[in-house]
């Protein structure tokens, strides 16, 4: 019997459940653009589907100082706090 | 519970009874509850110390113990009956059948394992007993198996073989340096491990270190674990990034880095096995693999290790540690992240030196894409040969820049966008420009310290090497320099 020492940090990844599909957009939908170049056409076109067609809903933009680094606290604060919804692209 | 709730009731109603009850429990939560809902007199033992230290296997164990602390008796579980012998013994007959209805209490009663007995757990609190400086949990291997395939089938290898990590060999690897094995040296994107000195030196093991290297891959793991190097963004990008380390100073004769011949290939255990380590800790204690969070396109093998020493006395200028703020006597590890590399600047004709950092500049127009500029930075290697040839002219580093800067300048022009290749200055942005805007020169680098500098190879050929970078300064990654403090 071999005994080894665990290289891990021992902890088990917390699970985490894609969230439940709504039924239908409603609210504030917030479009965040990672700052990868064009980006922020792709957010463009979407912005301007969504107006078309659910003029009801509101769409909100953002975007990470930088793609290379997580979003900052605040960032994410500021997103779950006023949205619905965030649609989030990655584009190049 | 309720038994111990009146005994607890009477105990503080008699005066003439030098009897104290104690609770010890095991949770915080249960704790909580034993004060809460029946005012126990209760002992946090949640680190399980004493309950460890008391040898308790089963809860509830009642143990009777005396001023000096000798157990006189020891009930496991609950039995009706013995309980109650115990009391009378202690209060008397009397006052024990009249505490509460016996009847109503179970005979008896097996009790649970005691957390302290808990596989996963028993042995660190041996090992805190033993005063042992390992808290890893140990992982058996069990003696059909075999501790390579084992190790493999955990995830714990970057593909190839790894010295198991015994508790021996990591006690090795721990003499290799003066911290504390606890100390926790940093916390590793993408899931924020907790970097002890421990894991890394279960990790240096692994990867085929020797203790004294220890130190050196202790400092470069606080160095890529810093907001300006961005390991999270080095690992995640599809770019195929990875931490190139540099070791200067006097450690690279002490622990026999390879600065000479082959300095960026195989064959020095340093040179191999630092940039491993390094690369394992991000793995697992970063929890980085490829196709998690790694999510590189092509990959590099620059990905296994990449890690070399400057050869500082071959070289006629300042070290890449002194230039970047530290005496020369200091051992500095500096990170670089790279994404291409070495590619070699085959350059076998030049004699003169603005021809030779011409030769620079030709080829790291290349870095990325020859059109693309302001992108990137360089770590150029620059090989014992052609330094000859630089300081015959009595070049410097501020002059090889220089070089760079000039040859690989391009107009604005040249770098849009066109038929040839998409790459470069986007159309509806040319069309914003104006004439002078578009005949004005964009070297290569957006500024002459994005070409880091340092000397390493063997005396014959001349053939100097560079490192492409990533996405560089604030919004990718900054190369960060770390003394190695317990070195003197």
């Given at each position: 019997m071999t005994?080894?020492?665990d290289?891990?940090?021992e902890?088990?990844?917390?699970?985490?459940?894609?969230?439940?599909?709504p039924?239908?957009?409603?609210g504030?939908?917030a479009?965040?653009?990672?700052?990868k170049?064009?980006g922020?056409l792709l957010?463009?076109?979407l912005?301007?589907?969504?107006?078309?067609r659910?003029?009801e809903?509101?769409t909100?933009?953002?975007?990470?100082?930088?793609f290379?680094k997580?979003?900052?606290?605040?960032?994410?604060?500021?997103i779950?706090?006023?949205s619905?919804?965030v649609v989030?692209?990655?584009a190049? | 519970?309720?038994?111990?709730a009146?005994?607890?009731?009477?105990l503080?109603g008699?005066?003439?009874?030098a009897?104290q009850?104690?609770?010890l429990?095991?949770?915080?939560?249960?704790?909580?509850?034993?004060a809460d809902a029946?005012?126990?007199?209760?002992?946090?033992d949640?680190?399980?110390?004493?309950s460890?230290a008391?040898?308790?296997?089963t809860v509830p164990?009642?143990?009777q113990?005396?001023?000096?602390?000798?157990?006189s008796?020891?009930?496991?579980?609950?039995?009706r009956?013995e309980?109650?012998?115990?009391?009378?013994?202690?209060?008397?007959?009397?006052a024990?059948?009249?505490l509460?209805?016996?009847?109503?209490?179970?005979?008896w009663?097996?009790?649970?394992?005691?957390?302290?007995v808990?596989p996963?757990?028993?042995q660190?609190l041996?090992?805190e007993?033993d005063?042992?400086?390992?808290?890893?949990?140990?992982?058996e291997?069990?003696?059909q198996?075999?501790?390579?395939?084992?190790?493999?089938?955990?995830?714990?290898?970057?593909?190839l073989?790894?010295?198991p990590?015994?508790?021996?060999?990591?006690?090795?690897?721990?003499?290799?340096t003066?911290?504390?094995a606890?100390e926790?040296?940093?916390l590793m994107?993408?899931?924020?491990g907790?970097?002890?000195?421990?894991?890394?030196?279960?990790?240096?093991?692994?990867?085929?270190?020797?203790?004294?290297?220890?130190?050196v891959?202790l400092?470069?793991v606080?160095?890529?674990?810093?907001?300006?190097?961005?390991?999270?963004?080095?690992m995640a990008?599809?770019?195929?990034?990875?931490?190139?380390?540099?070791?200067?100073?006097?450690?690279?004769?002490?622990?026999g880095?390879?600065?000479?011949?082959?300095?960026l290939g195989?064959?020095n255990?340093?040179?191999?096995?630092?940039?491993?380590?390094?690369?394992?800790v991000?793995?697992?204690l970063?929890?980085a693999?490829?196709?998690?969070?790694?999510?590189?396109?092509?990959?590099n093998?620059?990905?296994?290790?990449?890690?070399?020493?400057?050869?500082?006395e071959?070289?006629?200028w300042?070290?890449?540690?002194v230039e970047?703020?530290?005496?020369?006597?200091?051992s500095?590890?500096?990170?670089?992240?790279?994404?291409?590399g070495?590619?070699?600047?085959?350059?076998?004709?030049?004699?003169?030196?603005?021809?030779?950092?011409?030769?620079?500049?030709?080829?790291?127009e290349?870095?990325f894409?020859p059109?693309?500029?302001?992108?990137?930075?360089?770590?150029?290697v620059?090989c014992?040969?052609?330094?000859d040839t630089?300081?015959?002219?009595?070049?410097?580093?501020?002059?090889?820049?220089?070089r760079?800067?000039?040859?690989?300048?391009r107009?604005?022009?040249?770098l849009?966008?066109?038929?040839?290749s998409?790459?470069?200055?986007?159309?509806?942005?040319v069309?914003q420009?104006?004439?002078e805007?578009?005949?004005r020169?964009?070297?290569?680098f957006?500024?002459?310290?994005?070409?880091?500098?340092?000397?390493?190879?063997?005396?014959?050929?001349?053939?100097?090497?560079?490192?492409?970078?990533?996405?560089?300064g604030?919004i990718g990654?900054i190369?960060?320099?770390?003394?190695i403090?317990?070195?003197?």
């Amino acid at each position: 019997m071999t005994t080894i020492l665990d290289p891990t940090d021992e902890r088990k990844p917390v699970h985490r459940d894609v969230t439940p599909r709504p039924p239908e957009i409603s609210g504030t939908v917030a479009l965040l653009d990672i700052s990868k170049p064009r980006g922020s056409l792709l957010l463009d076109r979407l912005q301007q589907r969504l107006a078309e067609r659910l003029p009801e809903v509101k769409t909100v933009r953002y975007s990470k100082p930088t793609f290379t680094k997580p979003a900052p606290d605040t960032l994410r604060q500021e997103i779950l706090g006023n949205s619905d919804f965030v649609v989030e692209a990655l584009a190049d | 519970m309720p038994l111990l709730a009146v005994l607890n009731t009477y105990l503080a109603g008699q005066t003439g009874i030098a009897l104290q009850l104690l609770v010890l429990g095991q949770t915080v939560e249960g704790n909580q509850q034993l004060a809460d809902a029946h005012a126990l007199p209760v002992i946090d033992d949640s680190d399980l110390r004493v309950s460890f230290a008391s040898d308790i296997d089963t809860v509830p164990t009642l143990l009777q113990v005396d001023a000096e602390g000798n157990t006189s008796t020891e009930l496991i579980g609950f039995v009706r009956s013995e309980w109650q012998a115990l009391l009378s013994n202690l209060l008397g007959s009397d006052a024990t059948e009249q505490l509460l209805d016996w009847t109503g209490l179970p005979e008896w009663r097996p009790g649970c394992g005691s957390l302290s007995v808990d596989p996963l757990i028993a042995q660190r609190l041996q090992a805190e007993a033993d005063d042992s400086p390992l808290r890893a949990r140990r992982v058996e291997v069990a003696i059909q198996d075999d501790e390579f395939e084992f190790m493999f089938d955990q995830g714990f290898s970057d593909g190839l073989p790894l010295v198991p990590p015994t508790p021996e060999r990591v006690l090795r690897m721990l003499a290799g340096t003066r911290r504390d094995a606890q100390e926790v040296i940093a916390l590793m994107p993408p899931n924020m491990g907790e970097v002890s000195v421990e894991k890394v030196a279960i990790n240096a093991v692994m990867a085929g270190c020797r203790p004294e290297y220890l130190p050196v891959v202790l400092t470069a793991v606080e160095a890529v674990c810093t907001d300006a190097f961005n390991i999270h963004g080095v690992m995640a990008t599809t770019m195929g990034a990875s931490p190139v380390v540099v070791v200067n100073g006097p450690i690279r004769e002490r622990i026999g880095m390879n600065m000479k011949l082959g300095a960026l290939g195989q064959g020095n255990r340093a040179n191999a096995t630092i940039g491993r380590a390094l690369r394992l800790v991000v793995r697992n204690l970063g929890g980085a693999r490829p196709g998690g969070t790694e999510r590189s396109t092509l990959g590099n093998p620059m990905k296994f290790t990449m890690c070399f020493a400057e050869w500082e006395e071959r070289s006629p200028w300042s070290a890449l540690h002194v230039e970047r703020g530290f005496a020369s006597e200091d051992s500095v590890v500096s990170v670089f992240t790279m994404t291409s590399g070495p590619t070699l600047i085959v350059d076998q004709d030049s004699r003169k030196a603005e021809q030779l950092a011409g030769s620079f500049g030709l080829c790291l127009e290349n870095a990325f894409h020859p059109k693309s500029h302001f992108a990137t930075d360089v770590l150029l290697v620059v090989c014992p040969e052609h330094v000859d040839t630089l300081i015959r002219d009595g070049y410097d580093k501020a002059e090889i820049r220089a070089r760079i800067q000039q040859v690989t300048a391009r107009p604005i022009e040249e770098l849009a966008g066109d038929e040839l290749s998409g790459v470069g200055f986007k159309p509806e942005a040319v069309a914003q420009m104006d004439a002078e805007t578009l005949r004005r020169k964009l070297p290569k680098f957006r500024n002459p310290e994005d070409i880091h500098i340092v000397v390493a190879g063997s005396d014959a050929g001349k053939f100097s090497g560079a490192f492409h970078g990533w996405a560089t300064g604030e919004i990718g990654s900054i190369p960060v320099s770390k003394k190695i403090e317990e070195v003197s």
